[in-house]
């Protein structure tokens, strides 16, 4: 069975500094999608980024990035430039693809992100 | 605009009343889910769908039915609702990934009380 593990329930950075927060996963399949999600105050759900486990290269958005150590199992999110609006609670998930199906999402726990002005 | 909507947003009500919570999607999105999201725990999958009548469990059906009658709605059923499903329920959306997995969007979530 797939398992998601965010290791750190709450965090806080101050604004304009970098925040990493920290995701591992467990799976013996080789091919996956692995997601993170922002869920603000307002409790909707905001895909961050997105990263496909057979692509070597970081996926990057904006301010948001990556780091992937799939030999690790390994799928942290930096978050540069840290703004108040980034405050939220943030979720890791995984998916399996089975080429031209897929499996269901499965979710960490969370972090909690507080930016401090 | 593309969206996912849940109705209603906000309900409480008494054990053992049988309540549906709506999801309708606007994207043509073969895939749909409804998830529970309970503090400490994440989100959790109860049931999904990936096409119209074809529906299975997910990791917490207990409790719960769904339907898929029409590709744009997918309710949830509470037959007789218990204290022990007073959460945050998201309905979620997607493309059935062919040949990847398509990103899953999320409707706004419906918060549920049970007394």
């Known amino acids: 069975a797939q398992t998601v593990t965010q290791s750190q329930p709450e965090m806080s950075v101050q604004e304009a500094e970098t925040v990493t927060l920290s995701c591992t996963y467990d799976?013996?399949?080789?091919?996956?999608?692995l997601f993170w999600y922002k869920q603000p105050p307002s409790r909707q759900m905001i895909l961050v980024i997105r990263?496909?486990?057979?692509?070597?290269q970081n996926a990057t958005e904006n301010r948001f990035s990556v780091n992937f150590q799939k030999a690790a199992k390994s799928f942290s999110l930096k978050i540069s430039d840290s703004q108040l609006g980034d405050t939220a609670m943030y979720f890791c998930?995984?998916?399996?693809?089975?080429?031209?199906?897929?499996?269901?999402?499965?979710f960490g726990k969370g972090t909690k992100l507080s930016v401090k002005p | 605009e593309a969206q996912v909507t849940q109705n209603p947003r906000y309900l409480i009500t008494v054990t053992g009343k049988k309540l549906t919570v709506t999801c309708s999607q606007n994207?043509?999105?073969?895939?749909m889910s409804w998830y529970r999201q309970d503090p400490g725990l994440g989100l959790r999958q109860i049931y999904y769908?990936?096409?119209?009548?074809?529906?299975d469990k997910g990791d917490v059906p207990e409790g719960y039915k769904v339907s898929r009658k029409e590709k744009r709605n997918f309710p949830l059923i509470l037959e007789s609702p218990s204290p022990n499903q007073t959460s945050l329920y998201f309905c979620?959306?997607?493309?059935?990934?062919?040949?990847?997995?398509?990103?899953?969007?999320f409707g706004p979530g419906t918060r549920l009380t049970v007394l």
């Open positions: 979620a959306s997607s493309l059935l990934g062919n040949p990847r997995p398509d990103t899953q969007y």
């Open positions: 799976t013996s399949e080789n091919n996956y999608y």
């Open positions: 990263q496909e486990a057979y692509k070597q």
């Open positions: 998930a995984f998916i399996l693809n089975y080429g031209g199906s897929q499996g269901n999402l499965i």
């Open positions: 994207m043509n999105h073969e895939y």
């Open positions: 769908s990936m096409n119209v009548e074809v529906t």
